[in-house]
């Protein structure tokens, strides 16, 4: 009996844990110790960049997202919410938004989207896709850094 319970808690634990650890490699982690992340993509015309976030702890978390021009430092906007225990939030960024002389000659912006957290339970990626078809064309996980003071 206590057998059964043990190996039935074992494969609970794995199926709960880690698989959705080995589903997030393509998300960064947003650690204490570096709380802040940020990954950059080129942003055209027609395209849409997205930071989907997602909190895969048993507690609240509290992030602060938002995307930058790249190299400028320009914050866009910035987003603070609170996400439960198994939570996700997308925050989108249209091309058509970011004002027309942080263009470069091929018609591109460069965009970082950042993020803080306060546990280090929160993955992040960024994803850049076509408005018309819905194709994506990229999909980053958000790095930690240390060197920034704000997303």
Avoid: W
């Avoid at 400028?72 to 919410?81: D, K």
């Avoid at 018309?132 to 060197?147: D, H, M, N, R």
């Amino acid at each position: 009996m206590y057998a059964k319970t043990g190996i039935t808690f074992v494969v609970a634990f794995l199926c709960t844990v880690c698989l959705p650890l080995h589903d997030a490699q393509a998300q960064g982690r947003i650690s204490l110790q570096s709380p802040i992340a940020s990954g950059t993509a080129g942003l055209v015309f027609g395209q849409v960049m997205r930071l989907s976030v997602a909190n895969i702890g048993v507690v609240d978390v509290t992030a602060k997202c938002g995307p930058r021009l790249n190299p400028f430092p320009i914050v866009l906007f910035e987003q603070t919410f609170v996400l439960g225990p198994g939570e996700t939030r997308d925050i989108d960024l249209s091309a058509e938004i970011v004002p027309r002389e942080h263009f470069d000659s091929f018609g591109r912006a460069q965009i970082r989207m950042a993020c803080t957290s306060t546990a280090p339970t929160l993955l992040a990626n960024l994803e850049v896709f076509d408005l018309e078809t819905g194709k994506t064309t990229i999909i980053v996980p958000l790095q930690a850094t240390s060197f920034l003071t704000s997303p």
